[in-house]
């Protein structure tokens, strides 16, 4: 059996193939959207954001100002491998930064103090998985925005609060959804937590939109009917593209769920920007790639 082989350079152009382009499954559904849309303002609106990710693919520039937060998921059935990613991943951050790619919006939490090079202590976040007798590593590279972020919301629910058929939690989001109006920078994704306690769901949320992609299924029924509904009722509400209205608020719902205590529901509602910035690969010990969403290096 083969060692993975993992270069600096080919991270780093993971790191910056993240930051200049938005993946397959956003623009596909996004395309669809535009042929449906009805409203002359939406339309307009969609149409200019398409041209942008042309534009930006064509001259490998990032597709918004800011980079967002980078989180990278590493799903793995053997440590081989892992501590190269761990290593090579804030380096290329670093110098994908000093490059152009990315804007320096990394700062100190509290004294907001900025280094200029989107470093810091959990920068990037890595999430590890470890999954026995996996044969790859899976990597995918998240830079999500953070102007959706101030939309965002976590509930701890009770099952009164839930109600039945689940109007409660239904509730919940499409108040959030509203509330929230242009400030997310629709049209979003939303990723929903449940479950567990707040960290669980939180953490949840930020996979659901993150890791899957936004053309799937759920493969547990009750969720796949549960995502559906919402993304069709949500698509009702009329906050639209940039929120000037229209039928194109929602592009993709995805939840995911733990178990949690009988006292509790926790509930975390994540919402994520258009610009899927995101790469996603599987890496071989012969050395293949598998790329996912649609998106090769």
């Not at 980079?67 to 892992?82: A, K, L, W």
């Not at 242009?182 to 479950?195: D, E, K, N, T």
């Not at 009750?222 to 906050?239: A, M, R, S, Y």
């Not at 949690?260 to 996603?280: D, E, Q, Y």
Request: net charge negative.
């Amino acid at each position: 059996m083969g060692a993975f082989t993992i270069t600096y350079e080919e991270v780093y152009e993971w790191i910056k193939r993240s930051c200049t382009h938005v993946s397959e499954d956003s623009l596909e559904i996004m395309k669809e959207a535009l042929a449906k849309e009805e409203s002359a303002g939406a339309r307009a609106m969609l149409s200019a954001m398409l041209e942008n990710v042309a534009m930006a693919d064509e001259q490998t520039k990032p597709v918004c100002q800011s980079p967002g937060f980078p989180t990278v998921y590493i799903r793995f059935g053997s440590t081989e491998g892992v501590e190269l990613l761990r290593k090579y991943l804030p380096k290329a951050m670093v110098e994908a930064t000093g490059n152009g790619y990315a804007r320096p919006s990394i700062v100190h939490s509290l004294n907001r103090s900025n280094p200029g090079n989107n470093s810091g202590d959990g920068v990037p976040n890595i999430e590890y998985q470890y999954i026995p007798g996996q044969e790859y590593i899976e990597l995918i590279v998240s830079f999500k925005g953070c102007g959706a972020e101030l939309g965002n919301i976590y509930k701890t629910m009770t099952t009164a609060q839930l109600g039945s058929d689940l109007k409660g939690l239904k509730k919940l989001v499409y108040e959030t959804v509203v509330n929230a109006g242009g400030m997310p920078c629709p049209p979003s994704a939303i990723g929903i937590g449940i479950g567990g306690q707040m960290d669980v769901a939180a953490k949840l949320s930020r996979e659901a939109i993150s890791t899957r992609d936004w053309r799937d299924e759920n493969p547990d029924p009750q969720l796949k009917q549960l995502e559906q509904e919402l993304l069709e009722t949500i698509n009702k509400l009329g906050v639209g593209p940039a929120g000037i209205g229209g039928s194109t608020t929602c592009l993709a719902v995805k939840i995911g769920m733990a178990a949690t205590h009988t006292a509790i529901c926790p509930v975390a509602i994540n919402f994520h920007c258009w610009v899927a910035r995101r790469f996603g690969v599987r890496l071989y010990r012969d050395g293949r790639r598998e790329y996912l969403f649609g998106k090769e290096a």
